[in-house]
Structures are given as structure tokens and as C-alpha cells.
């Protein structure tokens, strides 16, 4: 058994954008399909629990999960070629969508797509309906993607990597797009993205993963900052800025096998501060002030740099 998500845990607040960032292989996505109860087979969750509005998820039938994916969470996957079907119109999948949602007429529901496409910003939407998947750009197919995740009006929207498959300026237009609509939505966003950049534009607070677990917990301001867990402080190094020169630092090794993980925390094959303890003993997830959470046993001893 390959434990993809072991022991992982976050909260996210109502109307905060959330950022879950690690490099592939983490258990992002994992975690994301888990929360739907999609996790593709032979995957399946063993334990723990994904509460919601008080309700725990993991405990419901299937008949009932189908009222709450789409409707109270919607899902944008990495690429939109796979989710949408190439032999039916757009309009007509998203027509589909709402009255799976809604029970009303052709008619109504024609309109609410028009709507959609007209909230996700598509140019001429009356004629984007009477295409297909094919016809459109990559861009515009991941807003024909998010118009559907939006279709039920969701408290909570999943959005897994969302800009993988653009080309820059597309990303920066699809990111400003997610940005606008949380406001003006007041939508709980989770933002699943391995760049470092795109969290410190979207989020607020963020997530760490690293082989299936969480290193570190914070404000996204803090994490920037003064981050706490030497994995944190790797990522940041390895980020480009534009404003200025800066030498990269790559990340020596590679993330663990999760068929046989490392002994003691996950990181220490690939951590400068290694130490016997590091390697014999899995380090807790430890609250350390605020709302701030590490897994690191030196976190208190060491000091790993952050970005200004």
C-alpha cells in the first residue's frame, strides 16, 4: 500500500483563499479528490475525516456526495482537454450541468450558461455555446472549465493547477479571473499550484506538502517571509524574480518513493540541517504561535532564509 496522503491536515476558513503548494508527487491533487470523493481506483480513503459545514464527508452514501460536488464544491482540473467532451457543444455540457443542479427548462438554463460565460469574461458567448471543445484555445476551454465549476454555485471552489497547460499571459488572465470571483463571491478558493509566485499573488494563507504530509502551515506574508521548515525555504530559493538578479538554488535529490518513504521526517535525505533525531524520529506537526504550524524537531534551533 502507497500511503499518497499520510496523517495530512488543514483547515480553511469561509471566503479564504487557500494555498496548497509542493512540488508533484506531494499529495495535492490526491488531497483535492479525496475531499470530493473521487479518488480514481485502485485509490481509496483508509481514514480520517473531511469535515464540512460540520458535516463529515467521508461518511456520506454516494447518492448523497452528488449533492455536494458541483453544487456546495466545485472542481477545476489541471486540464480542461480531459474534463470537457469533444463531441458536444459547449453550450450543451454546460446546460447539462445546471439542470443537474436545477430543475428548470431548456430554455432557463440556456440563459444561466449564457451567464456563465459571461462571468468567466468569454468573448462572444452566444456563438463560444455553439462550439466545441476543439475550436477553442487553451485558454478559453479553462474558463469554459471554471464557468462549469461555477454552474452550481459552490461555497467552495477546487482549482488544481489551473494554469499548467497556458502560456504566460493566458495564466496571468485565468489567475486575475479566480481572483475577481472569490471577491466578488466571497467563495472559499483552495489553489492547488507547485509555483511559489502564483501563491503569493492568490492566497492568503498556505499550505507546505511534502511526500504526503504537511511541513509547514501559515499566512502566506509570514511563510514568505520567515519561513520555519528548511523544505519552505528551498521552494522560495528556487523561485525567479523579475525585479531583480538572483542566483536559483535547485533542490538537491529527488521526492521520495512513497512504495518505501525515509525513516523519521520525509525531508532529511534532502535537508542541510539533517540530524540523527531527524532521521530515527517522524517529527509532529507542531503549533507554534498564531496560527502557524511546522514539522520540523529543529525549527526552534535553526534559521532558514526567507525572500523580501
Known amino acids: 500500500m ?38 480514481p481506483r485502485p485509490g481509496k480513503v483508509v481514514g480520517g475525516r473531511v469535515m464540512f459545514d460540520g458535516e463529515d464527508l467521508l461518511t456520506k452514501p454516494e447518492k448523497e456526495m452528488r449533492k455536494y460536488r458541483g453544487r456546495r464544491i ?17 453550450g450543451s455540457q454546460l446546460s ?9 427548462p431548456k430554455s432557463r438554463a440556456s440563459e444561466k450558461v449564457l451567464e456563465l460565460l459571461q462571468r468567466v469574461r468569454i468573448s462572444e458567448p452566444e456563438a463560444r455555446m455553439k462550439a466545441y471543445p476543439h475550436e477553442l484555445s487553451g485558454g ?11 454552474a452550481g454555485e459552490p461555497d467552495l471552489l477546487i482549482a488544481d493547477e489551473p494554469t499548467t497547460n ?25 489553489l492547488i499550484t507547485h509555483d511559489m509566485g502564483i501563491v503569493a499573488e492568490m492566497t492568503k494563507r498556505v499550505v507546505v506538502l511534502y511526500a504526503g504530509r504537511v511541513a509547514e502551515s501559515a499566512s502566506t506574508k509570514e ?16 523561485v525567479p524574480r523579475v525585479d531583480r ?8 535529490g529527488n521526492i521520495p518513493n512513497l512504495i518505501t518513504p525515509p525513516s523519521g521526517c520525509r525531508f532529511h535525505p534532502r535537508c542541510k540541517f539533517m540530524q540523527e533525531i531527524c532521521v530515527s524520529t517522524e517529527p ?19 534559521t532558514v532564509e526567507g525572500t523580501s
Open 223 to 238: 511563510t514568505f517571509a520567515t519561513p520555519k521548515h528548511p523544505y519552505t525555504s528551498a521552494l522560495l530559493k528556487a
Open 284 to 302: 509532529p506537526l507542531e503549533a507554534i504561535g498564531g496560527e502557524r504550524e511546522v514539522s520540523c524537531h529543529r525549527w526552534k534551533e535553526i
Open 166 to 190: 497556458l502560456d504566460v499571459t493566458i495564466q496571468a488572465q485565468v489567475l486575475d479571473l479566480l481572483k475577481d470571483l472569490q471577491r466578488e463571491l466571497g467563495m472559499t478558493l483552495i
Open 74 to 90: 466545485g472542481y477545476v482540473s489541471q486540464d480542461p482537454n480531459s474534463s470537457l467532451d469533444p463531441l458536444f457543444t459547449v
Open 2 to 39: 502507497v500511503r499518497a496522503v499520510d496523517g495530512m491536515s488543514f483547515a480553511v476558513e469561509k471566503g479564504e483563499p487557500l494555498g496548497l503548494v509542493g512540488e508533484s508527487g506531494s499529495g495535492k491533487t490526491v488531497s483535492a479528490l479525496s475531499v470530493l470523493g473521487i479518488v
Open 140 to 150: 478559453m476551454r479553462q474558463r469554459i472549465a471554471i464557468a462549469r465549476a461555477l
Open 96 to 104: 447539462e450541468v445546471v439542470q443537474a443542479h436545477e430543475k428548470v
Open 245 to 252: 538578479r538572483k542566483e536559483l538554488v535547485p533542490i538537491g
